[in-house]
């Protein structure tokens, strides 16, 4: 992990000053509980839009990325959290497939992503969790290599929150592998 002081400190020597690409500081596993609270209260709308988004449109999502039923389908998602709206989407990979599918769930919060892992085998048996606890804005996670095709999913306001050098640094990572 990089030295928050440092980070701190350049982030405030920049031109205008911002510490919006610092965001990922909140996400300890203290800050994925009190994010997971926060995400509850009428105020945010975002989740709600975001698992209604899934609900109404995970069957196009998994099939456009999955191409044909022959290819075998990973997601990939960054800042999973706990992946309660992201059970949707593996569900519906789930019917598609017809076996078991691999989730990564990259987070920097190991509570999150042990929620996360322990939720779905309940609710979606047939899922291989393979978590990473990462910072996936600036460590290097890993996609292992994977005969199918990679759904990488990175859902919510966090890209909106990086710079745009930060936001093209992620996506070119993911790009790479």
């Not at 990325?65 to 992946?83: F, Q």
């Not at 987070?107 to 779905?120: F, G, H, K, M």
């Not at 460590?139 to 990086?162: E, W």
């Amino acid at each position: 992990m990089m030295n928050i002081a440092k980070e701190i400190f350049t982030s405030l020597s920049d031109r205008p000053k911002n510490l919006s690409n610092l965001q990922w500081l909140h996400y300890d596993d203290e800050g994925s509980i009190i994010f997971e609270k926060i995400v509850l209260q009428d105020e945010y709308y975002n989740a709600r839009a975001e698992r209604r988004i899934f609900e109404l449109n995970s069957d196009d999502i998994i099939v456009k990325a999955a191409g044909n039923e022959k290819n075998c389908l990973r997601i990939v998602e960054l800042g999973s959290g706990t992946a309660t709206k992201t059970c949707i989407l593996l569900r519906t990979a789930l019917k598609y497939q017809g076996g078991p599918i691999n989730y990564l769930p990259i987070d920097v919060s190991t509570a999150a992503l042990d929620e996360a892992q322990s939720s779905l085998k309940y609710l979606v048996p047939d899922v291989c969790v393979m978590p990473q606890v990462k910072n996936y804005a600036t460590d290097d996670f890993i996609l292992p290599s994977f005969d199918g095709c990679t759904l990488v999913i990175y859902i919510g306001v966090s890209i909106g929150n990086s710079s745009k050098e930060e936001a093209k640094n992620i996506l070119h990572h993911v790009y790479e592998h």
